[in-house]
């Protein structure tokens, strides 16, 4: 297979992971209620770029750690389902907090990078991804970078759309109770996100 005959397979791989509700697409959507798009952009561009660095480092041999020493993956599972739990209560608490001092803040580029190592869905992806589109025999360099590209071309736009869908609906919920309703539904989504990983 040549290398460019990848490209449109990855790509609606990638559309479709990416695009569907997640642990990040649901962050985006309840950030740009709460922050609008333009300070969401931090998150998008850390989620872009964080996703695709990590599909590197899974292409070019994580994964094959995980095979040899599979209580690394469990460890990383347990410490995942907690961070997003802990996530989970800030995305519902974020329309609450009223001091200065304490009010919440959109994900900046590092924190939505960093996050991508604890994404139970981000790990599923990169591993499927790299299982099902790398050749035996063939150039595994120029094929994992060549998915990691599609990846991020791919991601800020799919994250963007998500991120302009939650502006959209916070025109809607200008009275702290409607606020309240959908951080907590934003909350439970992303509790729900985590049942694959769990089961």
Partial sequence: ????????????????????????????????VNFGFMRTIPHMLGIAIGFA????AVGFGLGR?????PQIHVGLKYISVAYLVFLAWKIARSGEIKSVGAR????????????????????????GAVAT???VGGDLFAEVLLMSL??????FPSASTWTFFGTVIGRYLHTPQRLKIF??????????SLFPTVL
């Fill in 65 to 69: 750690v995980f095979e040899t020493y």
């Fill in 133 to 135: 589109f790398t050749t």
């Fill in 183 to 192: 951080n907590w539904t934003m909350a439970g989504l992303l509790l729900l």
């Fill in 104 to 127: 919440p803040k959109p994900f900046t580029f590092m924190q939505a990078a960093a996050f991508q190592w604890v994404n139970p869905k981000a790990w599923a992806i990169c591993i």
């Fill in 53 to 56: 660095v990590m599909n590197l």
């Fill in 150 to 155: 599609i990846f991020l071309v791919l991601t």
């Fill in 1 to 32: 297979m040549a290398l460019f005959d990848l490209v449109i397979p990855v790509s609606l791989f990638g559309v479709a992971a990416l695009s569907s509700p997640g642990p990040n697409n649901v962050m985006i959507t309840a950030s740009g």
